[in-house]
């Protein structure tokens, strides 16, 4: 039994999702191309290619269409772009419903994880490379090195590029991390999040505490990110990252290498004085972190259960940091298919993790305030996140003028 579960463009070319007697594929169907155009896309890759400018789609399409060459611009386009960029690996690296795309060698299929399909793992695809030279002409472009079994770089959009050489074969990963300019209403629309629980973990970081967030970590840090630029616009924010993953451009953000060692992490953080940190709960800054007397804090994680993230801080840190710990923790929420909040609460020396029952009576009785109170400010918060994914909203200043509307800000 075969059914088309979706389909919509990259580009110009088309990318359908399948399920075939239970197995997912993703296929990528490109438009014609005649012997002749396939010239003229050669002379333009060679010209970009000589030129080593970093290569958009933008800058080709403006280049092809002030060429007044015979043909579609916009197909011509394609088939440049995608000749000087990763070859048949660029479909799937800018399709942004695609996080993570694996190549196995020759003669097997490129294998994706989509956002919006993660029951079925892995997609295959129709993209199987055939020649050797193709796989060491992406190697090159990836900037790995031929030698050694395990080489990693990052692509100038900011992924990250892992390959692995064994006597049994070989592994391509690109890691990739959502767009740098995260709109709320892109992201909301792209990840298909629960509002309730959105307005919910938007008011607590605001409120402020310590919450832990696992799942997909391209997918969290693009929504965090999103969630944080309708915050106020004179947060001091601090990012812990490895490779760029936020931006708070325009904004008061400090960016700081994670490779940076435990006792530089506390004073510059006692120095900067930070409203919001930002970083990956890397075991060996734990306790840093933990001292920070910002007001929000956000840790991120791969891990996808809540007992997994309790098990790892309660093995790892000592008693005194453990107690520290759960005794700032204020929540934990998960993205996996959909957005989901944990409530962590202290009873008689335990620490008690729930889902999170998101009503507004539930809400107000856990909070001991009005219910008029707080589900009001959840109320407008979730209006809010409604009409700006509804309207398709990504202007700063429109958001701004909604957001004015809603919460007075």
Not at 40 to 67: C, D, G, I, P, W
């Amino acid at each position: 039994m075969e059914r088309i579960l979706a389909q919509y463009k990259v580009y110009s070319a088309t990318v359908t999702i399948k399920d075939v007697d239970g197995v997912g594929l993703y296929l990528v169907q490109e438009p014609y191309l005649n012997p002749e155009l396939k010239r003229t896309v050669e002379k333009f890759a060679k010209s970009l290619l000589k030129s080593k400018v970093n290569v958009t789609y933008e800058r080709v399409l403006r280049m092809v269409s002030e060429s007044k060459v015979e043909g579609d611009p916009e197909l011509l386009s394609y088939y440049v772009f995608k000749k000087v960029k990763y070859g048949d690996l660029t479909i799937p690296i800018y399709d942004e419903k695609v996080e993570r795309v694996e190549c196995y060698g020759l003669g097997i299929p490129v294998k994706v994880v989509h956002t919006t399909f993660k029951n079925y793992l892995r997609l295959a695809s129709n993209l199987i490379f055939v020649d050797q030279r193709e796989l060491e002409d992406l190697q090159d472009r990836f900037n790995l090195g031929k030698d050694g079994v395990y080489a990693e770089s990052y692509t100038p959009e900011g992924h990250k590029v892992v390959e692995y050489k064994s006597e049994e074969g070989f592994q391509l990963e690109v890691i990739k991390r959502f767009s740098t300019t995260p709109s709320i209403s892109k992201v909301c629309r792209d990840l298909k999040c629960n509002f309730d629980a959105l307005a919910y973990l938007w008011e607590g970081m605001e409120q402020g505490g310590l919450y832990v967030i696992g799942g997909n970590p391209y997918a969290t840090k693009a929504l965090m990110n999103s969630i944080l630029l309708l915050s106020k616009s004179d947060l001091k924010i601090v990012t812990i990252e490895s490779s760029p993953k936020f931006n708070f451009e325009g904004r008061n953000w400090l960016k700081v290498d994670a490779r940076i060692s435990s006792e530089d992490l506390s004073n510059f953080l006692a120095a900067s004085q930070p409203d919001v940190v930002l970083a990956d709960m890397r075991l060996n800054l734990l306790k840093s972190l933990l001292s920070c007397p910002c007001n929000s804090m956000i840790l991120f994680t791969d891990l996808r259960s809540v007992r997994d993230i309790m098990s790892l801080i309660v093995s790892y840190l000592g008693k005194r940091y453990k107690h520290l710990f759960l005794a700032r923790l204020s929540g934990i929420a998960i993205y996996d298919k959909d957005l989901r909040v944990y409530s962590v609460d202290k009873l008689r020396r335990k620490t008690v993790v729930r889902r999170l029952n998101l009503s507004p009576k539930a809400l107000a009785l856990r909070n001991k305030g009005g219910l008029n109170d707080i589900g009001e400010r959840l109320h407008s918060r979730r209006e809010l996140l409604e009409r700006v994914v509804e309207d398709n909203v990504s202007d700063e200043i429109q958001i701004r003028q909604i957001l004015r509307e809603y919460l007075g800000k």
